[in-house]
């Protein structure tokens, strides 16, 4: 409410003022008195629409000091705002919401607030504001609340977190232009005293640097930049006859500053320049990109080397490649590399020759690759020479490849071999109908699966060019909010170029370190009855088989003595281990933690990667996306349960190709499966985060799918 | 949009269609084999030929092209686990079976060369499969000397002898990484080749050497190979090698 009145004429009318908004909203910022740092932020901000603005009037005048002097030398409590997740999306089963922070332009947007979690007072009035995200020192600076919509949108609260469910008008309007960012960041504020400025009381989503909520544009769109193609150029340095290379750089590039390099590294038999659909993509949103010819027919260590030496050349070159329009612009601290097929290997050998110091390139260094990706990788070399160690790394994989086909008999085939090795941020994406060559132009057909199940090349480039372009602003941009894209299944965030009729896999595993807690990743303690965290592990399912993640028998059909069929992710030197069991009745295993991991009140979610065991008998009577239930129960008994199909998406089923035995389904396809610890807190009030005994996975009955087989692996607790 | 199995630039001289017999059938009954007439409950047919078994007695190349070339400056063979110096050798065009052709992202058949007294594991930068060709480079590495040490010993005439044509076989050995190869993997492919019944190539079929050449180093090497390349397989190398122009007479082995 806008005073009219000016000093000194209504002095009265100041005093109701002040006083309906409390002595204490003089108390700018929130350190517990009215003093001068506050009468301080009222002189600076004088005139203005900025900090010290007392009553919230939107202007900073005379009103505002009178305020601050009738309330001077005050004590208030020392104010802050309740931080906490309120963006949020609907979902079919309970808590009926999902609380996420990417949302794609034109979603509707909801905002929930959980009484159980932030109490509320039902039937009372608030104003919900969507701001331009601020860092925590900017909503320091200024807490004065600005709606990008216009105007703040009034709610009434509700007892129950249902009822507390507010779809933002103007939601699906809100601009997700950030520029050279895939989006654009906003805070999103429950104003609870409705006094228009974010303090004691409110609640926010987005109170620290990062945005509360991210819209996001088409990951597989063209960014906002004209993009210059130098066809070919020479790589000075490369091996004999593979020096040619192409490059991709923002036309406007000498306005930008310095831009991350990623270099293309093609497969066997493929040519630099089947690329340009990536290069040009990723050149729109900034990037500079080359795609360079690799020496891939001798084999892995060849075609490593090419990608070394063109990306020491570009980094040499720039002042004479494209008449210098480059020229100081690579940020050689921000380096990916992207490799197909042979290349894919490729690069991660590269990474690791430089690991191991047996190879030191110029110009550059292990610490400035912030990034691998490989599609559909060779694994020729093993554990001990293809290892992105702990490199970002992210696997690009279709289900219908004819090439790098996963087929049983041969490791070289198997692309999560490179994955599974990784100890740093891993993802994989793993696409139903992508053949080998629908990732470059002009690869020759090799498709194999059912027929109508291809995506083709537009489908899988458009897959390649939205998780690519996520992953590298993800990682070199810190642009955090699109790391969602990499774990969030489809029918929960997708991006608008890729179909909704694609089955899209996904599985991310963040880096060891202090927001991670892994509970069980059946490495270290490789009975059923012990996790790798040493709680003990009870099971009420069937054939349980904690063993190697490879099938072991050169076909894909299950037997009891090939429970891992399926799995290839490890060859005869990897040592990477999974659990299956299946199940025909209501079953489940159960995870009892130890008392030093059962404080996970600071924790953000529970997740676990979770995939169907294809081809065994259950699965193939199920015949089609499996559910579970997720089971917290505290020390005290309470009980939480949240379905698994909160998570957006059922476990699919595999893809049905045939082949390498009898029956149809391909590989099982591992997704993370990831919770909101909250959402316990939701179904259930009386669950206490800061002490949970157990976890389990609950299947049959009323806890998902009647029957099934799973293959599970890193059970973990992981913070936002 | 794909490749087609067959550039429409491959087309150019139709002497290489007659050439090439083996591959335009191959890929005619692939295109025939992804016909939308399949029952729809049927995987469908990959396009990428399926490796026939190597070594066997199908599994030779037919040498149409052979050059002796001596370069000033050696260099070291990245198709050789020993990464041995090579300072000589025969530059060749070899036709053969697309399917042998096909690039692969697995492993693929080793491309071999033997004579009486040697063997060697086959250079080459292009795979041919769209027109049945492929320029390959049979390097001397010799053998009797320490890993790694392979220069030439004596005169360059000497040298031209011990890599002699007597008894040449050209071939597809077992799927592996050429870089992977070393002097007891190749004696056991010589083995496991005779054991196939591969025949050596005739000697009526065996071209006869064009004139020697001498270069100055590998770039030199590869450039001529390039070049070679943009007249026999056109398709794979012109694209990908602005700078390989392709000759404007017919490809040697055509005429």
């Known amino acids: 409410m806008r005073s009219t009145c000016v000093l000194p004429l209504c002095v009265s009318a100041i005093l109701v003022s002040a006083s309906a908004h409390g002595q204490c909203d003089a108390d700018l910022n929130s350190d517990g008195t009215v003093d001068a740092l506050d009468l301080a932020t009222v002189l600076s901000g004088w005139g203005k629409t900025a900090a010290g603005d007392v009553n919230g009037d939107g202007a900073v005048d005379g009103i505002d000091l009178a305020a601050l002097v009738s309330a001077w030398g005050a004590s208030c409590p020392i104010g802050q705002p309740t931080e906490i997740k309120l963006a949020c999306q ?33 039937g009372g009035v608030a104003d919900v504001w969507v701001v331009a995200n601020r860092t925590a020192a900017e909503w320091a600076a200024n807490n004065n609340l600005q709606d990008v919509r216009g105007t703040a949108q009034a709610i009434t609260l509700g007892s129950t977190l249902a009822q507390n469910v507010f779809e933002l008008t103007g939601g699906t309007t809100l601009s997700g232009d950030g520029n050279l960012a895939v989006g654009r960041g906003y805070d999103l504020v429950v104003d609870i005293n409705r006094d228009g400025r974010l303090g004691a009381g409110d609640l926010i989503d987005g109170g620290g640097n990062a945005a509360g909520l991210w819209i996001a544009r088409d990951p597989t ?85 090419t990608t070394l030496q063109h990306t020491s050349a570009i980094i040499a070159q720039q002042s004479t490649v494209a008449g210098g329009a480059i020229n100081g612009r690579i940020d050689v601290s921000r380096i990916g590399w992207i490799g197909h097929s042979r290349g894919g290997e490729g690069i991660v050998r590269a990474y690791d020759r430089i690991f191991d110091n047996t190879y030191t390139p110029t110009g550059y260094g292990l610490s400035n690759i912030k990034f691998l990706c490989s599609i559909a990788p060779t694994d020729f070399l093993g554990v001990n020479s293809a290892n992105p160690h702990a490199a970002n790394f992210m696997l690009l994989w279709g289900s219908a490849d004819g090439d790098v086909s996963g087929i049983p008999t041969n490791t070289v085939a198997w692309s999560f071999n490179l994955a599974e090795r990784c100890s740093g941020f891993r993802n994989t994406v793993y696409v139903h109908g992508a053949d080998h060559n629908d990732f470059n132009c002009c690869g020759t057909n090799d498709f194999q699966g059912p027929s109508g199940t291809a995506i083709n090349n537009a489908g899988a480039q458009a897959v390649a060019k939205a998780f690519i372009l996520a992953a590298l602003k993800y990682h070199l941009e810190s642009e955090i909010a699109l790391g969602e894209f990499l774990w969030r299944p489809s029918a929960s965030l997708r991006p608008a170029g890729v179909s909704s009729a694609f089955t899209v896999v996904k599985e991310v595993v963040p880096a060891a370190g202090t927001n991670v807690r892994t509970i069980d990743d059946f490495q270290t303690q490789t009975g059923t009855s012990t996790s790798s965290s040493g709680g003990s592990v009870v099971s009420t399912v069937t054939n349980i ?37 299946d199940w025909n009745v209501s079953a489940g295993m159960t995870w009892n933690l130890l008392p030093a991991l059962r404080d996970l009140s600071s924790w953000s979610f529970v997740q676990a990667r979770v995939g169907q065991g294809t081809r065994h008998p259950n699965t193939v009577t199920l015949n089609g996306g499996a559910t579970f239930t997720w089971v917290l129960q505290d020390a005290q008994g309470n009980v939480a349960k949240v379905s698994s199909s909160a998570s957006g998406e059922a476990i699919n089923r595999p893809y049905q190709r045939t082949g390498s035995g009898t029956g149809a389904g391909w590989q099982n396809e591992l997704r993370t499966v990831r919770l909101r610890l909250r959402d316990f807190k939701s179904v259930n009030p009386l669950i206490d985060l800061s002490q949970i005994a157990s976890v389990r996975m609950e299947v049959g009955g009323s806890s998902g799918s009647a029957t099934g087989r799973f293959v599970i692996d890193d059970l973990q607790f992981v913070k936002e | 949009m794909k490749r087609a199995s067959l550039s429409s630039s491959v087309l150019v001289p139709a002497v290489i269609t007659a050439i090439t017999g083996i591959w335009w059938n191959a890929s005619a009954a692939a295109q025939q084999a992804s016909a939308p007439s399949q029952p729809v409950t049927a995987d469908e047919v990959s396009r990428v030929p399926e490796l026939p078994r190597t070594p066997s007695q199908n599994s030779g190349a037919q040498p149409i092209l052979l050059q002796w070339v001596e370069l000033a400056k050696p260099y070291q063979s990245d198709f050789r686990a020993e990464r041995p110096l090579v300072r000589a050798g025969w530059l060749a065009v070899v036709r053969a079976d697309s399917a042998l052709l096909a690039p692969r992202s697995l492993a693929e058949p080793l491309l071999l060369a033997a004579g009486d007294g040697w063997i060697t594991s086959v250079e080459w930068i292009q795979h041919g499969h769209t027109s049945g060709h492929r320029v390959c480079f049979i390097p001397w590495v010799d053998d009797a000397q320490p890993s790694g040490s392979s220069e030439l010993r004596g005169a360059s005439e000497s040298i031209k002898e011990r890599a002699n044509l007597r008894d040449l076989r050209i071939w597809f050995g077992t799927p592996e990484l050429p870089e992977r190869v070393d002097a007891a993997m190749l004696a056991r492919e010589r083995a496991l080749a005779q054991a196939s019944g591969l025949q050596p190539t005739p000697k009526d079929r065996v071209p006869a050497a064009s004139a020697d050449l001498s270069l100055t180093d590998r770039d030199a090497l590869v450039a001529r190979m390039k070049q070679l390349a943009a007249n026999w397989c056109p398709a794979e190398i012109v694209e990908a090698e602005p700078d390989a122009k392709v000759e404007a007479q017919a490809p040697e082995g055509a005429r």
């Open chain 1, 90 to 122: 609907s979902i079919a089963v309970a808590p009926f919401v999902s609380f996420v922070q990417t949302f794609t332009v034109g979603s509707a947007i909801r905002v929930g607030i959980d009484p159980a979690l932030t109490p509320v007072t039902a």
């Open chain 1, 221 to 305: 769109a063209s960014g906002p930049l004209q993009v210059t193609t130098l066809s070919t150029y020479t790589a000075s340095g490369a091996t004999s006859g593979f020096t040619t290379s192409r490059l991709w750089y923002p036309t406007t590039i000498a306005s930008l500053g310095q831009r991350p390099l990623v270099v293309i590294s093609h497969g066997n038999g493929h040519q630099y320049s089947w690329y340009d659909y990536l290069g040009t993509h990723l050149a729109s949103w900034g990037f500079i990109v080359i795609s360079h010819q690799n020496n891939t027919v001798p084999g892995i260590e060849t075609a490593s080397t």
């Open chain 1, 545 to 581: 088989s904690e063993a190697f993640a490879r099938d072991t028998d050169s076909t894909y059909t299950w037997s009891t003595g090939n429970p891992h069929n399926g799995s290839i992710r490890a060859t005869s030197t990897d040592t990477q281990r999974m659990v299956a069991w």
